[in-house]
């Protein structure tokens, strides 16, 4: 099945919806501490308003890997992968600290999630290269292992989920299954903190909430894709990779004038 047609929801609007979520997600769990309104809020709308950000995550994962199918260029499609990531581990390391400040360890041993997202297409290169099988399963466990011990945010299922959608790419009910499969026990198994105090269980209050926004953008990018690019221009281009800092930084700003 070519899933290349006008059908359904372009590449455009399902980035803003991962934007947009991922934005409003991480100013209400950011800001939790600092701003009273949030504070005073019921648990279930904080749940809704906190954990929204999960649905951002699968999307830009699927997306990566269509990434891979259609860039000209690997090495410049992973260097812009890789700035990005960089710059933002500097936003990280200040946001996700509690009272903002560096926070050094974290800055080199829990990464964002754009390390995930690379790792993925790092891995894509790899099963895509010439090498020997043995070689290939090689480094994709090395590059794995990165992710364990740095405690990526996603952790080892990120990159296994830009993986799935890759390879699952026209098998939309199992594509489902196997993302849902891999969301759950990235929160259920991993000792990643998604930048905040997360206990490692096989179920809590919040696992809920975070199933379901999770379950929803993969249904977007199962289901609801088709191959509709929607329009290109340069701004946008490079505003899906600008706009994670940027709200990270925005989101810094707002607590010091809070405070």
């Known amino acids: 099945m070519n899933l290349e047609n006008n059908r359904g929801i372009s590449r455009n609007v399902l980035k803003f919806v991962a934007i947009t979520t991922i934005v409003i997600g991480h100013f209400f769990l950011y800001t939790l501490t600092t701003l009273n309104f949030i504070q005073k809020l019921n648990v279930p709308w904080r749940g809704m308003l906190c954990y929204i950000c999960f649905m951002g995550p ?9 990434g891979f199918r259609y860039t000209r260029s690997k090495v410049s499609y992973g260097k812009r992968l890789l700035i990005f990531a960089l710059i933002t581990q500097v936003a990280f390391a200040i ?46 466990l090395a590059t ?45 198994l991993s000792d990643c903190d998604f930048g905040g105090a997360y206990q490692v269980t096989l179920w809590t209050k919040s696992m ?40 990270l930084i925005l ?5 010091l004038l809070a405070k």
């Open 58 to 66: 699968p999307i830009f994962m699927f997306f990566i890997s269509e």
């Open 95 to 140: 946001t996700t600290q509690d009272g903002l400040g560096f926070d050094v360890k974290r800055f080199f041993f829990t990464w964002n999630v754009f390390f995930a997202l690379l790792i993925g297409f790092v891995d894509l290169c790899i099963l895509n290269s010439k090498q020997k099988t043995l070689w290939k399963v090689l480094e994709v």
């Open 144 to 188: 794995l292992a990165l992710s364990y011990f740095t405690k990526t945010e996603w952790w080892v299922f990120g990159p296994l989920m830009v993986i799935a959608f890759y390879y699952l790419r026209e098998q939309r009910v199992l594509k489902f299954v196997v993302a849902t499969i891999l969301t759950y026990l990235t929160f259920a």
């Open 208 to 247: 809920p909430y975070i199933m379901i926004y999770a379950m929803i953008g993969i249904a977007l990018v199962s289901f609801c894709y088709y191959g509709k690019n929607g329009k290109k221009n340069k701004f946008l281009q490079y505003f899906f990779y600008v706009f994670y800092p940027l709200h």
């Open 251 to 255: 989101i810094d700003i707002v607590i």
